[in-house]
Nanobody, 113 residues
Framework: QVQFVESGGDLVQPGGSLTLSCVGS????????MAWYRQNSGTERELVAR??????PHYTKYSGRFTIRRDNAKGTMSLYMRGMDPVDTAVYFC????????WGQGTQVTVSS
């Protein structure tokens, strides 16, 4: 069964900002490192940013302009993206880190003028 639901994706102009949200079970959030991933058609899913169970963020080469946060009590996680570029266009997913086998539908982010 799908454990996480992503939302917040939209069409954004280059340079704009967007916040993605992830909702899941508080039982899972309380014990799991979490992460945002993204995927374009024809490419492998890639790690965007991750956050430890106690809230320490770790960013990749893709997420220097992003901020990842979580609220274990609410079972939520967010990804604030600013200074967006067309290369950020993808379907964004949330999952544990390392990722579990079940994935949600993701949320589409498109950066275009």
């Amino acid at each position: 069964q799908v454990q996480f639901v992503e939302s917040g994706g939209d069409l954004v102009q280059p340079g704009g900002s967007l916040t993605l949200s992830c909702v899941g079970s508080t039982d899972i959030f309380s014990v799991s490192h979490m992460a945002w991933y993204r995927q374009n058609s024809g490419t492998e899913r890639e790690l965007v940013a991750r956050i430890t169970v106690d809230g320490r963020p770790h960013y990749t080469k893709y997420s220097g302009r992003f901020t990842i946060r979580r609220d274990n009590a609410k079972g939520t996680m967010s990804l604030y993206m600013r200074g967006m570029d067309p290369v950020d266009t993808a379907v964004y997913f949330c999952n544990t880190w390392p990722a579990g086998a079940e994935w949600g539908q993701g949320t589409q982010v498109t950066v275009s003028s």
